[in-house]
């Protein structure tokens, strides 16, 4: 199994301070741990970084899935602004909280299904604006 930053049990942690851009404020590889955890929650919006995620064997390591449900405070103020792509991310933290999904999203055609209804909404949308 690979280790990793996420590896450790992060469910007992409090959320990183929203950005003040400090001088005090700890940098691991010059950035916050605001900057590294919304990089990495955006990154969970992108179905085949999922389906990689699940081929790893990520998905099902109860640490991972601890750290999953521990990032669920980006779904509240005052972390909810800083999203890029709320919808998305946001859908995918939900269905992340889910082991079926956990388990599902490890077939390519989930993936590819997901990317598809992505692009649909998004095209949708743009009709309607």
Same mark, same amino acid.
């Given at each position: 199994?690979?280790?990793?930053p996420?590896?450790v049990?992060s469910?007992?942690l409090d959320?990183?301070?929203?950005?003040?851009?400090g001088?005090d404020?700890?940098?691991?590889?010059?950035?916050?741990?605001?900057?590294?955890?919304l990089? #990495? *929650?955006?990154? &969970?919006?992108?179905? /085949?970084y999922l389906?990689?995620?699940?081929s790893?064997?990520? %998905?099902v390591? =109860?640490s #991972? *899935?601890?750290? &999953?449900?521990?990032? /669920?405070?980006?779904?509240?103020?005052?972390y909810?602004k800083y %999203?890029?792509? =709320?919808?998305a991310?946001l859908?995918?933290?939900?269905?992340?909280?889910?082991?079926?999904f956990?388990h599902?999203?490890?077939?390519?055609?989930?993936?590819?299904?997901?990317?598809?209804?992505?692009?649909?909404?998004?095209?949708?949308?743009?009709r309607?604006?």
């Amino acid at each position: 199994m690979e280790s990793g930053p996420m590896s450790v049990d992060s469910a007992a942690l409090d959320p990183p301070p929203v950005p003040d851009n400090g001088p005090d404020e700890p940098k691991h590889g010059g950035h916050s741990r605001f900057e590294l955890e919304l990089e #990495f *929650v955006q990154a &969970l919006a992108n179905p /085949q970084y999922l389906n990689y995620l699940a081929s790893r064997k990520f %998905l099902v390591n =109860p640490s #991972f *899935v601890a750290y &999953l449900n521990y990032l /669920q405070y980006w779904t509240r103020p005052p972390y909810l602004k800083y %999203l890029t792509f =709320p919808t998305a991310t946001l859908k995918m933290l939900e269905l992340l909280q889910q082991e079926k999904f956990r388990h599902d999203i490890i077939s390519p055609d989930l993936a590819h299904a997901l990317i598809m209804e992505g692009m649909k909404t998004a095209v949708e949308w743009h009709r309607e604006g």
